[in-house]
């Protein structure tokens, strides 16, 4: 199985940038897609983008394409999030997820997930 640990959270002003990585601690993460999801306090999980298990494919929501970037480095078992002019509705909890696919499209189902890292944009 996976295990995922993000990182690179923190305290930001609207208009900056940071960077999320999520590390996978399995030997087959180079077979997985991976996803990146975000959840404000009393709201429900949100979809934020995924890429492909080659990382040829990314996929994005609306709410932040043209603003994040989501790439891989499958030699050093990490996936990361560019987050780019973050607006204070970025504010979240920023989780990573893989799956076992190989398909065309994003996952619509995720096996394994990490624990989370706050993301907070202030006006």
């Known amino acids: 199985q996976e295990q995922l640990v993000e990182s690179g959270g923190g305290l930001v002003q609207a208009g900056g940038s940071l960077r999320l990585s999520c590390a996978a601690s399995?030997?087959?993460?180079?077979?997985?897609?991976m996803g990146w999801f975000r959840q404000a306090p009393g709201k429900e999980r949100e979809f934020v983008g995924a890429?492909?298990?080659?990382?040829?494919?990314?996929y994005y929501a609306d709410s932040v394409k043209g603003r994040f970037t989501i790439s891989r480095d499958n030699a050093k078992n990490t996936v990361y999030l560019q987050m780019n002019s973050l607006k204070p509705e970025d504010t979240a909890v920023y989780l990573c997820?893989?799956?076992?696919?190989?398909?065309?499209?994003?996952?619509?189902?995720?096996?394994?997930w990490g624990q989370g890292t706050q993301v907070t944009v202030s006006s």
């Open positions: 997820a893989a799956v076992p696919y190989y398909g065309l499209g994003p996952p619509r189902k995720y096996d394994y």
């Open positions: 399995g030997r087959t993460f180079s077979s997985y897609a």
């Open positions: 890429i492909s298990w080659s990382g040829s494919n990314t």
